[in-house]
Nanobody
């Protein structure tokens, strides 16, 4: 059974930084695309970033490119989203997720994932 434990969210001022962590179990990183999504109040969940299963592709939503960095650590089976220069519009519930296979992150962030974490709140104040 795939399980995820997310941490690192909270309240931060505009221009600040946060690092989200998602420690996973029950599967191998080598078979899954990993990604981070965000859902703002009243909006649909949107894909922010992904890494392909073979580590050859990384993609970002245009609005977070150059501000957010996605990483995965095989030794701890943890995926990270490092966020800097945060803006109020970055506020929302952030979800880690995985998608089986290796094609989902080849050209862009996929529209959805097969399995999700429970989500963690990020609030950026003005």
């Amino acid at each position: 059974q795939l399980q995820f434990v997310e941490s690192g969210g909270g309240l931060v001022q505009t221009g600040g930084s946060l690092r989200l962590s998602c420690t996973a179990s029950g599967f191998s990183f080598t078979h899954y695309v990993i990604g981070w999504f965000r859902q703002a109040p009243g909006k649909e969940r949107e894909g922010l970033s992904c890494i392909s299963a073979n580590d050859q592709s990384t993609n970002y939503l245009d609005s977070v490119k150059d501000r957010f960095t996605i990483r995965k650590d095989y030794s701890t089976h943890t995926m990270y989203l490092e966020m800097s220069s945060l803006r109020p519009e970055d506020s929302g519930v952030y979800y880690c997720g995985v998608l089986y296979g290796d094609l989902g992150c080849r050209f862009r962030v996929p529209d959805t994932m097969d399995h999700w974490g429970k989500g963690i709140q990020v609030t950026v104040s003005t």
